[in-house]
């Protein structure tokens, strides 16, 4: 049974915000299941989330809801377990719209991810998301 794998233990962290605007347009803002709030990148070429799980766990899925217009055409998840290096995951493709979008992953084992968004479609390489999600089953 897959389920949400990000829990308030979960260690997050963000490339950049807005104008250093944390109340506004931090981090926590993709994990808060609220549709009126977002997490919204300063300007930049590569802008990522990190994540630290309390546990190892097998991710199967990713979930993501961007800002049209404020999108990535290209996201690598990277991960690793214990002090191991990051590792390529998958390469997964986003379209630009405002729909809650589903990236299968393969099973992986792993205690760290990174997910980095490359080649964004707005011209300054802002990233706006409303929901980040990922799902699979604690090991």
């Known amino acids: 049974m897959t389920h949400s794998l990000v829990c308030p233990e979960t260690v997050s962290r963000v490339s950049s915000v807005l104008n250093r605007n944390t109340r506004q347009f931090g981090k926590k803002h993709l994990f808060d299941q609220d549709e009126e709030t977002c997490w919204n990148s300063d300007q930049g ?17 990713l979930q ?7 999108s990535s055409r290209q996201g690598r998840l990277e991960g690793s377990l214990g002090s191991e290096a ?25 205690d760290r991810l990174k ?3 490359e080649d964004t479609t707005d011209f300054f390489g802002r990233v706006v998301i409303y929901h980040l999600r990922v799902l699979g089953e604690k090991v």
């Open 45 to 61: 070429p590569s802008q990522w989330v990190t994540l630290e799980f309390p546990q190892c766990i097998c991710v199967s899925q």
């Open 64 to 70: 993501i809801q961007f800002q049209g217009g404020f």
């Open 86 to 110: 990051l590792s390529k995951i998958v390469d997964f493709y986003p379209e630009d719209n405002n729909s809650l979008q589903i990236f299968p992953v393969p099973p992986a084992e792993v």
């Open 115 to 117: 997910v980095t968004f």
